[in-house]
């Protein structure tokens, strides 16, 4: 069973950076799509980054929330199997519970494999 472990929360001022990180359990080249999702209290769970396969191994397709866009990098280390979230000039509303996610299919929407999150608090 595939398993993805996040990493790389704490607390931060808002303004400063943090990177984090997702490690799977099997070779991540077996997924079509791996990205990031973050839920706060009282809300839905949202998209904040994905990576897709442009190729057999390129992975050229980013996608990002408008709220991210510009301050996010979605990245993804084939050789360690491990996706990767850099957070530029976090903001308060940056807090959540951030997850990983991967699919290995084609259908729309997040899939199947979940970390169990890792909390990023933006506070002053």
């Known amino acids: 069973q595939v398993q993805l472990v996040e990493s790389g929360g704490g607390v931060v001022l808002p303004g400063t950076s943090l990177t984090l990180s997702c490690e799977a359990s099997e070779n991540i080249l077996k997924f079509n799509t791996m990205g990031w999702y973050r839920q706060s209290p009282g809300k839905e769970r949202e998209m904040v980054a994905v990576i897709t396969k442009g190729g057999a191994t390129d992975y050229r397709l980013m996608n990002y929330a408008d709220s991210v866009r510009g301050r996010f990098t979605v990245s993804r280390d084939n050789r360690k199997n491990t996706l990767y979230l850099q957070m530029n000039r976090l903001k308060l509303e940056d807090t959540a519970t951030y997850y990983c996610?991967?699919?290995?299919?084609?259908?729309?929407?997040?899939?199947?494999?979940w970390g169990q999150g890792t909390q990023v608090t933006v506070s002053e």
């Open positions: 996610n991967a699919k290995d299919n084609l259908r729309i929407g997040p899939g199947p494999y």
